[in-house]
Nanobody, 122 residues
Framework: QVRLVESGGGLVQAGGSLRLSCAAS????????MGWFRQAPGKEREFVAR????????YYTDSVKGRFTISRDSAKDTVYMQMNSLKSEDTAVYYC???????????????WGQGTQVTVSS
């Protein structure tokens, strides 16, 4: 069973940066795709970025392209998301997830972390 633990959230001013981490344990080799989602108050959980474990191909939602970068350290079984030029609309709980397909919907991912809060003040 895979366990995902996020960290790195916090309070930052608009224009600032944060780096989120997602540490994985368990049978992580069986999950080809790792993703980041976020959920703002009163809104549905939305896709942010994903990375393939084998060839490191990445994909981003349009609103974060050029500002966020997803990466992974295979030796540490950890996925990161560097977030730059943060905006107030990036405020949300950010979740790490593991899945089998290159998807952008919640249903494509089967294992989730507990989430980490990111708050961007304007």
């Amino acid at each position: 069973q895979v366990r995902l633990v996020e960290s790195g959230g916090g309070l930052v001013q608009a224009g600032g940066s944060l780096r989120l981490s997602c540490a994985a344990s368990g049978a992580i080799f069986s999950w080809p795709v790792m993703g980041w989602f976020r959920q703002a108050p009163g809104k549905e959980r939305e896709f942010v970025a994903r990375i393939r474990r084998t060839d490191l191909v990445t994909y981003y939602t349009d609103s974060v392209k050029g500002r966020f970068t997803i990466s992974r350290d295979s030796a540490k079984d950890t996925v990161y998301m560097q977030m730059n030029s943060l905006k107030s609309e990036d405020t949300a709980v950010y979740y790490c997830a593991a899945g089998f397909v290159d998807g952008t919907t919640v249903s494509n991912y089967a294992t989730w972390g507990q989430g980490t809060q990111v708050t961007v003040s304007s």
